[in-house]
Nanobody, 128 residues
Framework: QVSLVESGGGLVQAGGSLRLSCAAS????????LAWFRQAPGTEREFVAG????????KYADSVKDRFRISRDPVKKILSLQMSSLKPEDSATYYC?????????????????????WGRGTQVTVSS
């Protein structure tokens, strides 16, 4: 059974940093493109960052580029998101997701409908 479990969320002041983790089990890690999405109340789920099955290619939303960094550890089967220079508008529930569709070298897609598995999310709140 596939499981994605996020952790690392919390309350942080604007300008601060957080590191989110997503522990994966029940799947072959290298067979999935992995991504982080976020959703604030009353909004649609939006793509934040993604990484290819190979772990090479990465992609970021313009709103987080140069502030967030996605990485994956194939040995520990953990997807991470290092977030820095946080802003109040980054406040949301953050979800990790896995998609087995893309080619090995292609970065994860931005469309949430592409994804096969989702975690339950971790809350990030950035105070001003």
């Amino acid at each position: 059974q596939v499981s994605l479990v996020e952790s690392g969320g919390g309350l942080v002041q604007a300008g601060g940093s957080l590191r989110l983790s997503c522990a994966a089990s029940g799947l072959t890690f290298s067979s999935y493109a992995l991504a982080w999405f976020r959703q604030a109340p009353g909004t649609e789920r939006e793509f934040v960052a993604g990484t290819a099955k190979s772990g090479g290619a990465t992609k970021y939303a313009d709103s987080v580029k140069d502030r967030f960094r996605i990485s994956r550890d194939p040995v520990k089967k953990i997807l991470s998101l290092q977030m820095s220079s946080l802003k109040p508008e980054d406040s949301a529930t953050y979800y990790c997701a896995a998609d087995d569709g893309p080619p090995y070298l292609n970065p994860a897609p931005r469309d949430p409908r592409s994804y096969d598995y989702w975690g339950r999310g971790t809350q990030v709140t950035v105070s001003s």
